[in-house]
């Protein structure tokens, strides 16, 4: 891979992977679709090649969002012991609403960090020292 020696200002890594933009040069759009990475910067030419967060942004989102709706769920049901199908009817279409917004943030916020500090695969040392 060829290292690019083009300079670029420091690009704050949680607000460029929040907004889903480049992470680099903070301009370029970071996805091509909902969650599809785009292959390279259209502002700065950087390769997203680099760019794999893996399951990391569903683990955050499964965290986050279940501790949200099961908190409520148990509010909800401790205060006014609703019947299942109310249940159902409100916790549903708000836990998906809550994890579809906040799951292409989270990976933007991932690929970014990894940019930053400069993640790669794991590899095993393989020189035979014990």
Request: aromatic share 10%; with cysteine; proline share 6%.
């Amino acid at each position: 891979m060829m290292e690019d020696k083009a300079h670029f200002p420091s690009v704050n890594p949680v607000s460029a992977g929040l907004s889903g933009k480049c992470p680099r040069c903070g301009q370029g759009r970071l996805f091509d679709g909902f969650l599809s990475v785009k292959q390279s910067c259209a502002a700065c030419g950087l390769d997203y090649s680099f760019a794999d967060s893996g399951d990391g942004p569903a683990v955050f989102v499964i965290m986050l969002v279940g501790f949200v709706i099961v908190g409520l769920v148990l509010f909800v049901e401790l205060s006014f012991q609703p019947p299942i199908w109310l249940h159902l009817l409100l916790w549903l279409p708000l836990t998906v609403i809550l994890a579809a917004s906040v799951l292409r943030p989270l990976k933007g916020l991932m690929i970014a960090l990894q940019f930053r500090h400069e993640a790669k695969e794991g590899r095993l040392d393989t020189n035979g020292e014990d």
